[in-house]
């Protein structure tokens, strides 16, 4: 099989290559380090899984997943972050993903979830499984944040952490109007007011690292 690794730190391509190396069931290995090279890899070979990081210098993991989607949707993509599951996983898979772990899980666990995916099957978690069972089993209402599209829930992310409207509009090579429309529409769905509000519900929902 052909794996193709998108993630922009080398030492963390590096590892997850030897581990599937040391499978002894792959056939190529190939890397890109950004959503860009990553669509040009997609489009040049033929891949039997795509492990992809979340968090990319160019674009959001989750905007490169639904663009492979949309190009070649019979790739299935393995998201990988450092991030706690419960922050993007129920998004990754709604956009296509067909599994989703966190980079401390130990290597079996990578292989484990590339030899479901190309068996046709769906990775995730016990912990995560167990989480969205409970999920499913609640008639409460979603939480705020879960109401917010991708792009919003990023951008809320961003403003968190106490970034800048101008500073978030470099990161995301936005206009700083387009950014403040985002954080309008975060305000109102959320039915806040200031930016204020918005940090204090991120972090008491650890929604920031």
């Not at 961003?158 to 500073?167: E, H, L, R």
């Amino acid at each position: 099989m052909n794996v193709l690794i998108v993630d922009d730190h080398a030492i963390v391509r590096q590892g997850l290559k030897q581990i599937l190396v040391e499978s002894g069931k792959i056939n190529l290995i190939a890397e890109a380090d950004s959503g860009a090279g990553a669509m040009r890899q997609i489009r040049e070979g033929e891949w039997g899984v795509v492990v992809l990081d979340i968090s990319l210098p160019d674009r959001n993991g989750i905007e490169v997943l639904k663009q492979i989607k949309k190009e070649r949707p019979k790739i299935p993509v393995l998201m990988l972050s450092m991030h706690d599951e419960g922050l993007y996983a129920i998004r990754a898979l709604k956009a296509g993903a067909s599994g989703y772990m966190n980079k401390e899980s130990a290597p079996e666990e990578l292989m484990k979830a590339v030899r479901k995916l190309l068996g046709g099957g769906r990775y995730v978690s016990p912990a995560l499984a167990e989480t969205l069972a409970s999920d499913l089993s609640q008639d409460t209402g979603r939480p705020a944040h879960e109401t917010l599209s991708d792009r919003e829930f990023e951008v809320l992310r961003k403003i968190a952490s106490g970034k800048t409207v101008g500073q978030i509009a470099d990161e995301l090579h936005l206009s700083v109007t387009t950014v403040s429309t985002y954080r309008a529409r975060i305000l109102e769905k959320m039915n806040m007011s200031t930016t204020a509000e918005l940090m204090h519900y991120a972090l008491r929902n650890h929604l920031v690292d």
